[in-house]
């Protein structure tokens, strides 16, 4: 009996030590900005670690979509330079003189098109009801690197999906976003008619993407806001 005991606490006690052994996941080539957005409680803020300082907030050219009880709305100023750079300010409708009662303005860039070349039809769209539950979502594009030191064309295109959680906060969703980058490996799968060139990149993007949807790379951005 004292040596069935002894077994058993020996594996009680090694198991965890097999556990804490195994190989954490690798970064994904993509990582999400924020984990949240946090909208100030009036005006417009700058997004919390982005560069970018909040232009004169817009009255025309905004996209708006409801998002629950609330109504959700993007401007998007872009694509601009090499880079396909984006102003992006994002808003829920309010009340008042201005209707953009609160929001957050950032940067981005969509200069991983170069290697898609080809999603869906028209531009790219910043809000879309990605599950269908009749509520939209934020698509923020973005583009992360194929390589430690890319060239403009080493760059890949990713949707992050963020969910309207409360009035004043955007939620990554992450099941949305890996649903979303699941289909963009699909586009960069499909046969094109880019440079020859330009196949292994696409190649490389496409995996990078389906590990991200697999779960098979980790996410390390912690900020919250």
């Known amino acids: 009996m004292r040596a069935i005991v002894s077994v058993l606490l020996f ?14 996941l690798s970064p994904c080539l993509m990582q999400p900005r924020v984990q949240a957005m946090v909208l100030p409680e009036r005006g417009f803020s700058r997004l ?3 560069d970018l300082d909040c232009p004169e907030v817009p009255l025309t050219a905004w996209q708006r979509a409801a998002a629950g009880p609330w109504t959700l709305a993007v401007h998007a100023d872009g694509p601009a330079g090499s880079g396909r750079f984006w102003t992006l300010a994002v808003g829920v409708l309010g009340d008042g003189p201005s209707p ?4 957050v303005c950032l940067s981005s860039s969509t200069i991983g ?9 028209g531009a790219l769209r910043w809000l879309e009801d990605v599950d269908g539950d009749g509520n939209a979502e934020l698509i923020l594009w ?14 890949g295109l990713m949707a992050w999906v963020y969910r309207l959680a409360a009035a004043d906060t955007l939620r990554l969703d992450r099941a949305l ?3 979303r980058a699941r289909t963009l490996a699909t586009a960069y799968r499909l ?4 440079p020859a ?29």
């Open 142 to 155: 973005d583009s992360f690197a194929l390589r430690d030191e890319p060239s403009m064309a080493e760059y």
């Open 191 to 194: 046969a094109s008619v880019t």
């Open 177 to 179: 976003s890996r649903s």
């Open 48 to 50: 919390p670690g982005d």
């Open 113 to 121: 098109w170069r290697t898609l070349q080809g999603f869906g039809t």
């Open 11 to 24: 594996g009680w006690l090694w198991a965890p030590s097999l556990l804490a052994a195994e190989p954490a």
């Open 197 to 225: 060139h330009l196949e292994a990149l696409r190649s490389e993007a496409a995996t990078a993407l389906e590990e991200f949807a697999d779960g098979r790379c980790a996410i390390v951005t912690t900020a919250l806001r």
């Open 100 to 103: 953009f009662a609160r929001g």
